[in-house]
């Protein structure tokens, strides 16, 4: 019999459906596999979306941002950094902090365009009576919307007078303008952030991309104002730096290292106390962190495909059992070792699919989950599907090769006797 009379959709469904009711009358038995592979399943959409949905808000904030804006941080290191708070594993407690006068002595150089300091934090935000518990605040330089990107829909962003004066003034997204507001105009509300009285001036429409994650509630104040309500994390104030038209990335990057060092007196022999950080390397230090999710995604698929790998071995030999006088009765009448053995793959494969559209829906719940109740924009890759049912469906042939092996090599007369 040829390869493509075997491949026949016929067959296939027949197979498909002796699968199904060896489910249905071995449940106890089946649900091992099925659960095996549905948690393999599981880890690779879930982990996959949230991967996908980081790289993809990363991409947007510094797409957004623009390509020739580069960062300044107080201590940067790419991948994953294990410390016990000790100075030999935290260089950063060497590095002193980031200022002001620093950004604003960065801003005077001829190779540059403009600048924007940024603090971030999360706090309580109330509006007459509806309390939200942890939003983020971001306090900001005054040309934040010029350097890192986004455009305001409505109102206006906080001038050079309320910047310098500290002024009680907010920009919210619209995520937070939705929560804090429903069906009415935000502008000139006045909300309390950290118990302190805001006005709301103006709403973001780009604030997923802005602030590095999307579908959460944010806010932006001006950096004065920041430092004195905020509950914040001191010393991690970061630089955004957009460079002159006239002028290359590299060129601005050496400008603002000579001039760091300089007022920093720093030696020609001592190395920088601060970070320049381009967007490529960026992107290169987050892709190195998400290769190690990638590799924690893989191993724990695969202890769930081998769970239920061993679970199909042990219901396929039981259904090889059971199933003798039928097999020796389909070789008397013509059938072939091939088509025994077809017919086993095709129900093990089956099996181990059952599971990969279980794991593929609790994987999608998941993803959901972290999608509403965190920051992450968790989105299912299309290659996470097609990569968990071409593994669950090669784990069904490759652990039912044996059993359906067996099947195969059965003796007709014997198996006609066997009781």
């Known amino acids: 019999m040829s390869r493509f009379t075997l491949l026949s959709p016929a067959r296939l469904l027949e197979g498909v459906g002796i699968a199904v009711d060896s489910i249905r009358s071995n449940k106890v038995r089946a649900a091992l596999t099925i659960l095996g592979v549905a948690i393999g399943v599981m880890v690779v959409i879930a ?78 935000v109330s509006y007459d009576g509806t309390p939200l518990s942890s939003v983020s605040i971001a306090g900001f330089g005054v040309s934040w919307v010029l350097v890192t990107g986004g455009e305001i829909k409505a109102g206006r962003s906080f001038t050079p007078v309320e910047y310098a004066s500290g002024a009680r003034v907010a920009v919210i997204n619209d995520k937070l303008a939705e929560n804090l507001f429903p069906g009415l105009d935000p502008i000139g509300k006045r909300i309390k952030i950290f118990g302190e009285p805001f006005e709301v001036i103006g709403l973001h429409v780009e604030a997923a991309s802005l602030f590095g994650g999307g579908g959460q509630p944010r806010l932006a104040m001006p950096h004065t104002t920041f430092t004195k309500v905020a509950d914040y994390w001191k010393g991690w104030m970061s630089i955004s730096v957009m460079p002159s038209e006239n002028v ?37 230090s987050f892709n190195n962190v998400t290769k190690g999710f990638f590799l924690v995604m893989i191993a724990l698929s695969s202890v769930g495909l081998m769970v239920g790998g061993v679970g199909v071995v ?72 097609i990569a968990a049912i071409v593994a669950s469906v090669c784990t069904g042939v490759l652990f039912g090769m044996y059993p359906a092996s067996r099947a195969s090599r059965l003796d007709p007369v014997e198996a006609l006797r066997y009781e």
């Open 248 to 284: 290359t990335v590299a060129e601005a990057q050496d400008a603002v290292t000579a001039s760091l060092r300089g007022s920093r007196g720093l030696k020609p022999s001592q190395e920088n106390n601060f970070a320049i950080v381009t967007q490529d390397k960026f992107l290169e």
């Open 314 to 385: 042990a219901i396929m030999m039981i259904s090889v059992t059971e199933r003798t006088r039928e097999i020796g009765v389909r070789k008397a009448l013509g059938a072939t070792r091939r088509e025994i053995m077809f017919q086993f793959l095709v129900e093990a494969a089956t099996l181990t699919l059952v599971g990969c559209i279980v794991g593929m829906g609790l994987g999608a719940l998941v993803a959901w989950l972290a999608r509403a109740l965190t920051p992450i924009p968790a989105t299912i890759p299309l290659g996470s599907v």
């Open 47 to 124: 982990i996959g979306s949230m991967i996908t949905g980081i790289n993809n808000s990363v991409t947007a904030m510094l797409e957004t941002a623009g390509p020739r804006t580069f960062f300044v941080f107080r201590y940067f290191s790419g991948g994953i950094n294990i410390s016990d708070g000790s100075d030999e594993l935290s260089p950063w407690r060497k590095n002193p902090w980031l200022t002001v006068n620093e950004a604003e002595q960065i801003r005077q150089l001829p190779e540059i365009s403009d600048v924007s300091v940024d603090e971030n934090t999360s706090g309580p």
